[in-house]
C-alpha cells in the first residue's frame, strides 16, 4: 500500500511540474522526432499499414529484433500519441497486470474485469504476486511459467518499476506479454512510466527501456528452451 501511495503523490506531483511548464517538450514536429528516434538506434521510420497515422522503428537490441510504433488515437476532444516498444519471443505467453476487483469497485463508474488470480491454466496452483504488487491481479495462460518468473528478483522488479496510478489512484501497468509479444506501452501523459514525452526529450529512454525488457526476453528463453 505504501508503495502505491508514494506512486500516487509522485504522479500527481510530476503531472503539477508537467502542467505548469516545469518540464517542456522539445518543440519539435513528429516527423522530426521520429527521425532523431530512429537515427538513435539505428533504424528507419516505416508506415505502418495496420493503423491510420502510424509509423515503427525497427532496429536489433543484444541480438533480438526490437519495434518501436508511435500512433496516433483520436479522443472525444482531441488527437494523442502513444508509443508501444515491442520484443517477440518464440513462446505464446501472455501475461497482464490488471487492477483487482475490489479496487475497481469503489469507482461505480469502471466496470469489474477480473477476479483475484485469474488464469486460462487450470492445471497448475494459483499463483500470488509479491506484495510489490498487491493491487494488481493478473491474466495469464501459464502460471508455472508465470510463478517462475516472477521467482527472478528483476523481471518482478520489471512490473514494479512500470506500475503507474492515476489522479484517481487508479493503478495499471505499461508492461505485458501477449501470445509472446513483450510490449511496453509510453503514455501521452508525462507523469507515467514510461511516457513518450520523456522520450521525445531523452531519446536514448528506448534503448534503455529495450535493456530492461531483455531480462524478461532472456528469463523467457531459459525456462521455454
Do not use: W
Not at 508509443?83 to 501472455?94: D, E, H, I, Q, W
Not at 518482478?156 to 510490449?183: H, M
Amino acid at each position: 500500500m505504501t508503495l502505491y501511495i508514494i506512486l500516487f503523490v509522485a504522479a500527481c506531483l510530476i503531472g503539477i511540474v508537467f502542467l505548469s511548464g516545469g518540464f517542456r517538450v522539445k518543440k519539435i514536429t513528429r516527423e522530426e522526432f521520429l527521425s532523431a528516434l530512429a537515427k538513435q538506434v539505428g533504424g528507419q521510420v516505416i508506415p505502418l499499414e495496420e493503423f491510420e497515422n502510424a509509423f515503427k522503428i525497427e532496429f536489433v537490441y543484444d541480438g533480438h529484433l526490437c519495434v518501436y510504433e508511435d500512433r496516433e488515437s483520436r479522443g472525444f476532444r482531441e488527437r494523442e500519441f502513444k508509443g508501444y516498444l515491442r520484443v517477440k519471443t518464440a513462446t505464446p505467453y501472455s501475461i497482464s497486470l490488471v487492477e483487482k476487483e475490489d479496487r475497481r469497485t469503489i469507482r461505480a463508474e469502471r466496470a469489474p474485469v477480473a477476479q483475484n488470480t485469474q488464469s486460462s491454466d487450470t492445471t497448475a496452483a494459483p499463483f500470488i504476486l509479491p506484495k510489490s504488487l498487491a493491487r494488481f491481479t493478473y491474466h495469464t495462460n501459464n502460471l508455472d511459467l508465470t510463478r517462475s518468473l516472477f521467482e527472478n528478483k528483476q523481471v518482478a522488479q520489471l512490473f514494479v518499476d512500470f506500475a503507474n496510478a492515476d489522479t484517481r489512484g487508479a493503478v495499471f501497468n505499461s508492461l505485458k506479454v501477449i501470445d509472446g509479444e513483450i510490449i511496453l506501452e509510453f503514455s501521452e501523459a508525462g507523469y507515467f512510466k514510461p511516457s513518450r514525452p520523456i522520450l521525445i526529450n531523452q531519446l536514448s529512454l528506448l534503448e534503455k527501456s529495450a535493456e530492461k525488457l531483455m531480462h524478461l526476453v532472456k528469463r523467457i528463453e531459459n525456462l521455454t528452451t
